[in-house]
């Protein structure tokens, strides 16, 4: 896992914009800085000291300490300075960027032919039992996203991947789109893709926590996260807010 997270670090100081590069690079930096002060990953994670810019993306803001829960790393960065990038949903429909923001968000990257158990069928089993955790007027409070990084996973075949997974698209959204507003969306968020041969994917196995307005608020690494615990971390996000979680 820590070589990964390198990697995307790595990776980002030659692709995309200045801003886009730095935002990647200092949300790796974070990762691995976290994964060093925690002892998990592989075998070297630990070694070594923390980067020097890693502070920047790992400060809490009173409003993401309200949510306390410490069970999976809080990355606090500001929201994203993207353009109102297009995407389709697993519905045929368009989606814009401002249009998945209003609400505390558990994003995430996939693709529908991933080989490994282990990546995204484990992860998409976590949203799975987010979703099967949060009650009934709770899924109107909080969002669910798969993004599809793989060029073959049309909306066709994403309805047929949700229909698999039981997906409520009141609160679980499949998204495909053109690839500048995948990579783009991305980037600002530390996933990384690229393909290999065989229409298999190397790629970053993370998903985020976002605040309502668009900020990184925490990380989960991997795909062996609890999902009910992350359900009810997003119904502490909704309470934060000033809303009652319902019980």
């Known amino acids: 896992m820590r070589s990964d997270l390198v990697k995307m670090s790595s990776q980002a100081s030659s692709k995309g914009s200045r801003a886009e590069r730095s935002r990647a690079t200092l949300i790796g930096s974070a990762l691995v800085a976290v994964l060093c ?18 502070g920047a993306a790992t400060a809490g803001s009173a409003g993401a300490a309200a949510a306390g829960d410490a069970s999976f790393p809080e990355i606090i960065m500001p ?12 519905a045929g429909e368009p989606v814009f960027l401002e249009e998945l923001r209003g609400k505390p968000t558990l994003l995430t990257y996939i693709y529908v032919n991933c080989p490994m158990p282990e990546m995204c069928p484990a ?33 066709e075949v994403l309805a047929e991947y949700a229909e698999l ?33 065989g229409a298999t ?43 009652p979680a319902p019980h």
């Open 123 to 155: 992860t998409t089993l976590r949203f799975q039992e987010v979703q099967r955790a949060l009650d009934e007027p709770m899924r109107d409070r909080v969002r669910l996203i798969s993004v599809s990084f793989d060029p073959a996973d049309t909306p």
């Open 79 to 90: 929201a994203p300075d993207l353009p109102n990038l297009e995407f389709v949903d697993q």
């Open 201 to 243: 994917f190397r790629h970053a196995m993370i998903s985020v926590i976002l605040l309502p307005d668009g900020s990184m608020h925490r990380v989960l690494l991997g795909s062996v996260w609890d999902g009910a615990e992350v359900a009810d971390h997003l119904a502490r996000l909704v309470a934060a807010r000033g809303e």
């Open 37 to 54: 002060a925690s002892g998990c990953g592989n075998g070297d994670a630990g070694a070594g000291a923390a980067p020097e810019n890693a």
């Open 165 to 197: 997974w039981e997906v409520d698209p009141r609160v679980w959204t499949m998204l495909t789109g053109p690839d500048e507003s995948i990579r783009a969306l991305g980037a600002a968020y530390g996933f990384w893709f690229e393909p290999q041969e």
